[in-house]
């Protein structure tokens, strides 16, 4: 099994460049739901968003990431291109598989996938098919180099009453936990952001757990 973890979702892959995956789970659909597909955004940073020749065009930049992120991420959908704070992103949607089936497969092996059952609230799971599309995007200089992921998850608590989890190796809400039990209010949320060394885990072996259940 190749798994990763989502709840908000954040991801960084391109060398000097941030590729942002934002997506949101109810602690009802981690704990109750069926498997299904949940929506997702990808934000790729780009040099600019129009060619500095003339600017009614896009850049060459924007062009690449158009060109290149369907072939990673399967699905993905350009949306726009805007600016924010002197950083340019290109922005797509993207689906998120969320897997309830303890089968041992992901529901999904185009997909990002969030893995959650009896035994575990919360995982990421990531096919070794990204993998080996990011591996390739790489050898034709999208972004040659080393990769750096980030991900993002947010989780919404719509049950009802105050829920407590264990964090695995995570922040947050932007606090560091290496091991720590947590309780989230009734009808609040939190971010959960997978640590560096949670990432690598997850593209080395394919899998990062991020919330257990207590």
Known sequence: MRFISLLGISVLFITGCKTIIN?????TDLLESESKTISGDLYVEVTGCNSYEDSRNPSSALIR??????SV?????YQECFTK????????TIPVALDKDKDGKLLSEKHVNII???DTLLWVGIPSAIEDNIEKAKSNNFGA???ELKVNIRVINDTGKDFSFAVLSAYIDDQPHLISELTVKQDASFVVTLSDVSVSHALKTGTAVVLSRL
């Open 85 to 92: 704070k002197f950083d340019s992103f290109a922005h797509f």
């Open 73 to 77: 991420f399967n699905d993905a959908e």
């Open 23 to 27: 997506t949101e789970v109810s602690l």
């Open 116 to 118: 959650a059952n009896h």
């Open 145 to 147: 180099g080393s990769m």
């Open 65 to 70: 990431a158009q060109q290149t992120i369907p």
